[in-house]
T-cell receptor
Framework: QQQVKQSPQSLIVQKGGISIINCAYENTAFDYFPWYQQFPGKGPALLIAIRPDVSEKKEGRFTISFNKSAKQFSLHIMDSQPGDSATYFCAASLNNAGNMLTFGGGTRLMVKP | DVKVTQSSRYLVKRTGEKVFLECVQDMDHENMFWYRQDPGLGLRLIYFSYDVKMKEKGDIPEGYSVSREKKERFSLILESASTNQTSMYLC????????????FGSGTQLSVL
């Protein structure tokens, strides 16, 4: 049973567009929600993360939106660029177990020039 | 920057063989992890270690064992490889149990024929 469900599995966006990836979780005890970015041939790398005490976190073109009542969070990539083409994973972890992550299934993003 | 090095990028083994996957980190991190990555399933935790000679089962430990004789090195062992263990294997490390950021290696693509 996957505790973190991610959608869509794949996404194609035109350069300059907005990429949106959604995740839903089941365990209300989760309290740390990171996004990892993985380029082909590389391991995932932490992109941005949020805690449930805020509804939004922005770092450059990347924004996490968090809806605690709906148990959902999403990654928005503004002004998407071909260099953003990668696989994105959402994840969640429990309080005081921050590095014990439960990952979503991943989204393969392609940004067309 | 933290470097997590996995000994092989690609491995091809036969059913029933004993397989060793090696991982070394160079930043004196306490915690080390082994994940497997499969399309649509994301990253699933196999085993982790929070100290030398210590190990804990993750979500999918069946068919695997691990060894951590030195702090910087964490090995994943497939005692008798099977075709359903064909996958991408990712090693990761984190500073300690309270630090949330994981640093990943580039992965080993294992094919069991």
């Amino acid at each position: 049973q996957q505790q973190v469900k991610q959608s869509p599995q794949s996404l194609i966006v035109q350069k300059g567009g907005i990429s949106i990836i959604n995740c839903a979780y089941e365990n209300t005890a989760f309290d740390y929600f990171p996004w990892y970015q993985q380029f082909p041939g590389k391991g995932p790398a932490l992109l941005i993360a949020i805690r449930p005490d805020v509804s939004e976190k922005k770092e450059g073109r990347f924004t996490i939106s968090f809806n605690k009542s709906a148990k959902q969070f999403s990654l928005h990539i503004m002004d998407s660029q071909p260099g953003d083409s990668a696989t994105y994973f959402c994840a969640a972890s429990l309080n005081n177990a921050g590095n014990m992550l439960t990952f979503g299934g991943g989204t393969r993003l392609m940004v067309k020039p | 920057d933290v470097k997590v090095t996995q000994s092989s990028r690609y491995l091809v083994k036969r059913t029933g063989e004993k397989v060793f996957l090696e991982c070394v980190q160079d930043m004196d991190h306490e915690n080390m992890f082994w994940y497997r990555q499969d399309p649509g399933l994301g990253l699933r935790l196999i085993y982790f270690s929070y100290d030398v000679k210590m190990k804990e089962k993750g979500d999918i430990p069946e068919g695997y064992s691990v060894s951590r004789e030195k702090k910087e090195r964490f090995s994943l062992i497939l005692e008798s490889a099977s075709t359903n263990q064909t996958s991408m294997y990712l090693c990761a490390s984190s500073l300690d149990g309270l630090t949330e950021k994981l640093f990943f290696g580039s992965g080993t693509q294992l094919s069991v024929l």
